[in-house]
């Protein structure tokens, strides 16, 4: 089984990137993807609107990064598409599981959310939507968010490397000013 972007995926959870070999590995997430990784392996992904969620042992040698899309209930066609928040998040925490990590106990980091037409929604966009659901989420699980960067007209590429150090995010304006 792999998911659409050719990750070696576990036979618990479907769509979901695991490579347990010790080796280091490099997963890219696309939309609706979620992956596993281990010290020294490489968790990374694009963002605009949607929304990232790292979990990470107190230890910082297993870590779980999703790609959420959809901060919106799934419909009932799409239940177990991780594309959709709630899904993610239970795949994330399936996944710490399976390693014997209980979630709650866990460390988590957030970042995207961004407005990226900042011309035509000046307030509430969808990007902000999903950022709150997973601060809220984190929020109601009593899971300490240790550094987000969410909101603002930037799309964000986010790098971890799994282990000690915070993930590296550049952000990119959504558009550049013709004011100079």
Known sequence: MSSKNGFNASASVPGVA???CG???TYTLLP???AMGFDGDVLETLLGSCVSVILTDPRRTTG???HILHSLKAPAAEANNTAYATQAMQSLFALLRSVGIAPEMCEAFVYGGGNMFPQIFSKFHVG???ADWALDFLESHA????????GGAFYRKVRWSVGARSPQVVETATHVSSNG
Do not use: F, L
């Open 18 to 20: 695991v490579d347990g």
């Open 32 to 34: 609706g993807d979620v």
């Open 64 to 66: 779980v990064m999703c």
């Open 128 to 130: 902000i939507g999903n």
């Open 143 to 150: 899971i300490p968010v240790v550094e987000q960067s969410v």
């Open 23 to 25: 080796a280091q590995n």
